[in-house]
Each structure stands twice: as structure tokens, then as C-alpha cells.
């Protein structure tokens, strides 16, 4: 009970601590540099009788926390957009704050004094990408000028309290080698998908939420020739393609407050066709985009794209559901349309204590009596690991085209 109540009081220091310097900082004469405002919280601080009961490392905490929502865009956050071994950020209301690092789940210990300070945050990350959120337009998926994808939903929806995830990308781009040293693929698949890539085989990556899709079809992309001209649609910007030069970058746009503006995935893949590319990738397909995107992987376009879902047979199962989102065509006819524009998938999956692996790397084969013929080339063992199941693969025209041995 002793510490509730000196969470509490802590909590209520900061909040009247904070009002005290915002007034002091706004009465000030001159600007304020970020040393001049901690020298500001400081004497504030220790000036406030309450804070004589505190520890000298809860002081440093508290004028910290102060400082950060003062002085900095994200508030109590900075810290933690600063660390680079976080990986994810997750806002459950204003005292829950969880992360990740290196694929563990922790509780920061940091909170938001009021859910009024983490919503005044959210409104700020919404106006630098140029959005808005309230009660009106409640949820927000935007990403921040460093490419970290965010996602807020506000407080008449979100019943704990407003909720934001930010989602961290690194820094440095990761490469193939990169994953090699991470066990999360072998070398010899690492070549066998370096080969099918250059020759043009639309490849699909599929697997479950943080699996690592984004970050694998960034690495894919740089065996993507150099000499090819390449059309990127997002939903949200996010891919960094490692080498590309002829690129094309297309994003979606959400309708304004009118409900116009809009301009959706579907309109882009059909815009892309129109700009002579080589490759399309597509970010991620969710929807009725599905079929825009198999249409144009069948017309002679090299694609790549991801999707979610818990294994290749599962993915399947999803574009056809996706499909049907768009027209209702018999199910043979959908089949016959992911068969012959997807080559090759690769699913990715998160394995506990192991991290991020790559689990199988099929190719779809073709159909046999309106079932998929997947032709399984790595698989995943919990006891060796990825491993070649001594599958070859069968439809070998476009590494022939591209005089490329397999």
C-alpha cells in the first residue's frame, strides 16, 4: 500500500513540478537552451519540500521525466526511442508502458503522469506526418520521419486509456550475412534465394506479426539486378532497398476530413503498370489489393510482396479470402491465379529463446485436382534447423532465361 501512495505522491510532484517550469521556461527572457531548462527543473525540484523524502536516483528520475515531457516531442518516450536495443514501444494508457528487447517482453517502469500528457504526445506525432487523431478520426497508422511505424488509438475507443505502438526499424540496414551470423538462415538457402530473386521468380514472404517480413524483403531486394527498374507501393512507407537506383516510390494516402483524397493500394498497382517497371514490390497485401497484385504478377511483371499468416499453406488460404474481398470468382479460377503468379514462399516465424528463423522456403509448384502443389525446398527442424529436404526446384525456365544454375 506504501508504494501506491508514493507513486502517487511521486506522480503528483511531477505534474505540479512541471507546470512550475513550463511557466518558469515561458516567463523567461530570451530562449531557453536544453541546459538552461535543467538547471530550471533542478531548482524548482529541490526548492519543493516534498521532494526531501526522495532518494538522489528518484530525484534524477523525476527531473529526467520532467525534462523529457518539457523539452522533447515524445515525452517520457525519448529515452526509450533513444535506446537502440528496443526494437518496439507499447503505450496500454498513460501508466503502462511495455517493450521489447532482443524478443522479450519487459515493463519499463516509465509512465505517463496523465492520460492528457500521452494523448498532447500522440496529437504531436500525428501533426509531424500531417494527420490528425481525436473522437472523430480515432485511430492513427503513420510513421515517423525515420521510417518507425506508429500506430495510436485514441481514448473513446481504446478503454484503458489511449494506446500508441511504435515500432522500431534499425538504424543500420541488416544484411544477408548479417542473418547467416544470427542462425536465422543458412547460407546455402541464402543462395538459393539470391538466385531466384535475380531471375525474376515472384516471390511472396509470409509469417505472423514482428516475424521480421519487412526487414527479409528489404534484405531480398538488394539481389534484385541493378540495371531494373523498380516500383515500390506502401501502405505505409517503410522499406529501405539496399543498392536499388531506377526506384519509384508509392505511397497510400487516407481520404481528409471530407472523406476525399483518397488513394488506395489498388489504384497504385494499377498506376504502377503504366510506369514500364521490371519489379513491383508490394509492401504488404491485407485486402482486395490481392488480386490487382497477382493480375499484374501475371502479365509478365517480376513481384515481391508479404503477407500475414501462421505458415505457407495458411498464407495461401489467406490470399484466396483476400481475393474474394475483390470479386467473387470461383475458387478455381483464384487458385489458378496464385499458382501461376506466386514462384516462391518464404515463411518466417519467431521461435522462443531462438528469435526470428526462417522456417520453410517452398515453391508453388502448380495445381493437381484444385489443390496446391507445394514443393517444400528448406524446412525448418527444431533439432538442426533450417535444413534442404533434397526437393529440387521444378520450374526452372526463368533461371534458364537468366542463365543462372541452380
Do not use: W
Amino acid at each position: 500500500m506504501n508504494t501506491i501512495i508514493s507513486i502517487n505522491k511521486q506522480k503528483e510532484l511531477r505534474r505540479s513540478i512541471t507546470s512550475a517550469v513550463r511557466k518558469a521556461i515561458n516567463e523567461y527572457e530570451g530562449a531557453v537552451s536544453d541546459e538552461k531548462a535543467r538547471g530550471i527543473i533542478t531548482n524548482i525540484l529541490l526548492a519543493d519540500v516534498r521532494a526531501g523524502v526522495l532518494s538522489l536516483r528518484e530525484l534524477r528520475q523525476i527531473a529526467d521525466s520532467i525534462f523529457y515531457t518539457v523539452r522533447c516531442e515524445l515525452g517520457v518516450l525519448t529515452p526509450l526511442m533513444e535506446d537502440n536495443e528496443i526494437t518496439e514501444i507499447m503505450v496500454n494508457g498513460a501508466g503502462s508502458i511495455y517493450v521489447e528487447r532482443g524478443g522479450h517482453m519487459e515493463n519499463s517502469s516509465l509512465t505517463f503522469d496523465s492520460a492528457e500528457e500521452l494523448e498532447e504526445v500522440i496529437r504531436r506525432i500525428a501533426a509531424g506526418v500531417h494527420r490528425e487523431i481525436n473522437e472523430m478520426i480515432p485511430i492513427l497508422d503513420a510513421r515517423l520521419e525515420n521510417g518507425d511505424r506508429v500506430n495510436a488509438v485514441y481514448k473513446n475507443v481504446a478503454l484503458g486509456g489511449p494506446s500508441l505502438s511504435i515500432r522500431k526499424f534499425p538504424k543500420t540496414a541488416l544484411t544477408m550475412e548479417r542473418l547467416i551470423e544470427f542462425g536465422s538462415i543458412t547460407q546455402e538457402a541464402a543462395e538459393f534465394l539470391k538466385k531466384v530473386v535475380a531471375a525474376g521468380y515472384n516471390c511472396f514472404i509470409s509469417g505472423g506479426t514482428s516475424s521480421g517480413k519487412t526487414t527479409f524483403l528489404n534484405i531480398l531486394s538488394e539481389y534484385i539486378p541493378k540495371e531494373e527498374r523498380i516500383v515500390v507501393i506502401e501502405d505505409s512507407a517503410e522499406l529501405k532497398l539496399i543498392g536499388a537506383e531506377n526506384i519509384v516510390r508509392l505511397e497510400c494516402r487516407s481520404a481528409n476530413v471530407h472523406g476525399k483524397g483518397e488513394v488506395n493500394m489498388e489504384s497504385l498497382i494499377r498506376t504502377s503498370l503504366r510506369m514500364r517497371p521490371d519489379r513491383i514490390i508490394i509492401g504488404e497485401v491485407r485486402g482486395g489489393e490481392c488480386a490487382e497484385m497477382l493480375q499484374a504478377m501475371n502479365t509478365g511483371h517480376s513481384g515481391m510482396s508479404t503477407g500475414h499468416a501462421n505458415s505457407i499453406e495458411g498464407m495461401l488460404r489467406r490470399l484466396e479470402a483476400m481475393y474474394l474481398q475483390k470479386a467473387a470468382f470461383p475458387i478455381e479460377a483464384i487458385r489458378e491465379q496464385i499458382a501461376q503468379g506466386i514462384d516462391i514462399i518464404v515463411h518466417l516465424g519467431r521461435i522462443a529463446q531462438k528469435g526470428r528463423k526462417v522456417l520453410e522456403i517452398a515453391e508453388i509448384q502448380g495445381l493437381n485436382n484444385n489443390k496446391f502443389i507445394i514443393n517444400s525446398i528448406f524446412n525448418y527442424k527444431f533439432d538442426q534447423g533450417l535444413i534442404a529436404t533434397g526437393n529440387k526446384i521444378v520450374n526452372t525456365d526463368k533461371l534458364k532465361f537468366a542463365g543462372i544454375e541452380i
